[in-house]
């Protein structure tokens, strides 16, 4: 049975599927367009949704052994996802990407969200979570402190015409 069959306003959290691509796709492109206008501007976040959310990026992600995707179901529906995968050997798992809707912010799904990529962590032998977050995010930095994490070091990465990724590292020991 697939995890969409039963809908319920019950939060669940399952793995993303193939089959799950373009509403994570529609989902992801709402999150960014309406939250990193103002950050990064339109012209990179289409950029960077091209870049990072294609199909076939997607499809290879999903193939992977050492990433993960997770899907946060409400009433059946996919109102946010989390990816991570395994960097550093097995000393540390990285957060790549943690959203959720605006209309089902500050209601707790972050942390649990949040509360699954540690458990994979730790399962996984790692005993710290490393994320990127753009310096300008400054309420998903105030979450992320809220949650653990401490910021280590800054950084500006060029991700190419023209457009760089200005964030801080931040770190959470989990074990």
Request: net charge neutral; charged share 25%.
């Amino acid at each position: 049975m697939n995890s969409k069959e039963v809908a319920s306003d019950v939060p669940k959290i399952s793995s993303v599927g193939m089959d799950d691509i373009d509403e994570m796709r529609t989902l992801a492109s709402e999150i960014w367009h309406r939250h990193y206008a103002d950050i990064i501007g339109t012209a990179q976040i289409d950029y960077m949704l091209a870049q990072r959310y294609s199909p076939d990026v997607l499809c290879a992600e999903l193939m992977r052994n050492d990433l993960w995707w997770d899907q946060l179901l409400i009433a059946g529906c996919m109102r946010g996802f989390a990816s991570y995968f395994l960097n550093a050997g097995a000393a540390g798992m990285k957060l790549d990407k943690l959203y959720i809707h605006h209309e089902q912010q500050r209601k707790g799904y972050g942390r649990l969200m949040l509360t699954r990529v540690e458990t994979v962590a730790r399962r996984n032998s790692s005993r710290r979570l490393t994320l990127a977050v753009n310096k300008k995010n400054h309420g998903a930095i105030a979450a992320y402190e809220k949650y653990g994490f401490r910021t280590v070091d800054a950084v500006v990465k060029d991700i190419g015409d023209g457009f760089v990724m200005d964030d801080y590292i931040m770190v959470k020991q989990i074990g």
